[in-house]
């Protein structure tokens, strides 16, 4: 077990485009296990590479519902539609939450750390928990997409991202 330091805005590797993952080899799988536990132990939802000081193309996502763990190595939204507005946060931006607009449901194109291609759909705050992560891998931070800051006492509970 790992828990790894959380890079925290501003920093340099939070902005740029991460590479794309080529090696699936045991090194990828450890990476996300630390990525995981780095990511509950801090209460978060979600975790992407960059946060972790790596500059490639791997996210880790669990809303605590019953699909559990989610591994993205470079995931590319394929289809998105609606729209929906809600509070978010970011392990990287701590006590720092906003509202942010996104697509209400997305299709996702990505590889488990085996390798294999899969395709994943998901709507509402599992949407919205993916799209965070996948702009992170973009150097897209959610300051960018905010649209109201909110204060912290509005927010009981609130995990980040
Ligand atoms: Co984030």
Do not use: W
Not at 99 to 116: D, E, H
């Amino acid at each position: 077990m790992a828990i790894l330091t959380i890079v925290k805005h501003p920093a340099e590797i939070l902005e740029k485009e991460c590479k794309q993952v080529t090696q699936f080899d045991k090194n990828l799988k450890q990476l996300l296990k630390d990525m995981y536990e780095t990511m509950v132990a801090a209460d978060g939802v979600g975790l992407a590479a960059p946060q972790i000081g790596v500059d490639q193309q791997i996210a880790v996502v669990d809303i605590g519902d019953e699909r559990g763990r989610i591994n993205l190595i470079n995931p590319i939204i394929i289809e998105k539609s609606g729209e929906q507005t809600d509070i978010e946060g970011c392990l990287s931006f701590p006590r720092l939450y906003g509202t942010v607009s996104r697509p209400y449901y997305v299709k996702v194109q990505a590889q488990n750390m085996k390798g294999k291609t899969f395709i994943i759909e998901a709507e509402d705050y599992l949407a919205r928990a993916i799209q965070h992560e996948i702009d992170h891998l973009h150097g897209v931070l959610f300051t960018s997409k905010v649209l109201k800051y909110i204060d912290e006492e509005e927010l009981e509970g609130y995990e980040e991202q």
